[in-house]
T-cell receptor
Framework: ETGVTQTPRHLVMGMTNKKSLKCEQHLGHNAMYWYKQSAKKPLELMFVYNFKEQTENNSVPSRFSPECPNSSHLFLHLHTLQPEDSALYLC?????????????FGSGTRLTVV | DQQVKQNSPSLSVQEGRISILNCDYT??????FLWYKKYPAEGPTFLISISSIKDKNEDGRFTVFLNKSAKHLSLHIVPSQPGDSAVYFCAASGQGAQKLVFGQGTRLTINP
């Protein structure tokens, strides 16, 4: 497999559930990102990891908890979410910061909180 | 404070005509700009970019223009094709920052 793979593609969870989103990249990149896309809003950066270390947390509520065990894998652990957290969650990766191409994105996880 | 703005949420263009998508930014430290294209159920894919040292970059049917004094960039697609129907995101970065700032996207529909 190549590129950035996200699982699951769709997720419906209750407000009291705990679930995790997974992202895997096979590009040899050293940086990974979580973005949130809500309807009619810009893509919102949530977290940045560089060489497995978190370098940015964009004031994300603690009910979202990222984990980056290695440069190829990134998780987003979810617990006690709110309906307004329903959105498309996109993972991306980059090699340092390639200004020619920016990021490579996965297809996203469509999350619905009920 | 939204640093990158795409003020047109949607645009409809006839096949074969020119599509012009606009993007404005407020941060004068941005020095690199990119356009991404997104189909439903897929992640955004890189389309074309431009450095602030240039005012135009062309790749096939796609041309990006940058007006630094106006803090404005535009993407021209000519001729437009049905496969160009997608959401287009403008993004910007500055000073080597490993972070892209995105606009809210413009949905382009090409009508046959």
């Amino acid at each position: 497999e190549t590129g950035v793979t996200q699982t699951p593609r769709h997720l419906v969870m209750g407000m009291t559930n705990k679930k995790s989103l997974k992202c895997e990249q096979h590009l040899g990149h050293n940086a990974m990102y979580w973005y949130k896309q809500s309807a009619k809003k810009p893509l919102e950066l949530m977290f940045v990891y560089n060489f497995k270390e978190q370098t940015e947390n964009n004031s994300v509520p603690s009910r979202f908890s990222p984990e980056c065990p290695n440069s190829s894998h990134l998780f987003l652990h979810l617990h006690t979410l709110q309906p307004e957290d329903s959105a498309l969650y996109l993972c991306a990766s980059s090699q340092d910061f390639s200004k020619d191409y920016g990021y490579t994105f996965g297809s996203g996880t469509r999350l619905t909180v009920v | 404070d939204q640093q990158v703005k795409q003020n047109s949420p949607s645009l409809s263009v006839q096949e074969g005509r020119i599509s012009i998508l606009n993007c404005d930014y407020t941060n004068s430290m941005f020095d690199y700009f990119l356009w991404y294209k997104k189909y439903p159920a897929e992640g955004p894919t890189f389309l074309i970019s431009i450095s602030s040292i240039k005012d135009k970059n062309e790749d096939g049917r796609f041309t990006v223009f940058l007006n630094k004094s106006a803090k404005h960039l535009s993407l021209h697609i000519v001729p437009s094709q049905p496969g160009d129907s997608a959401v287009y995101f403008c993004a910007a970065s500055g000073q080597g920052a490993q972070k892209l700032v995105f606009g809210q996207g413009t949905r382009l529909t090409i009508n046959p």
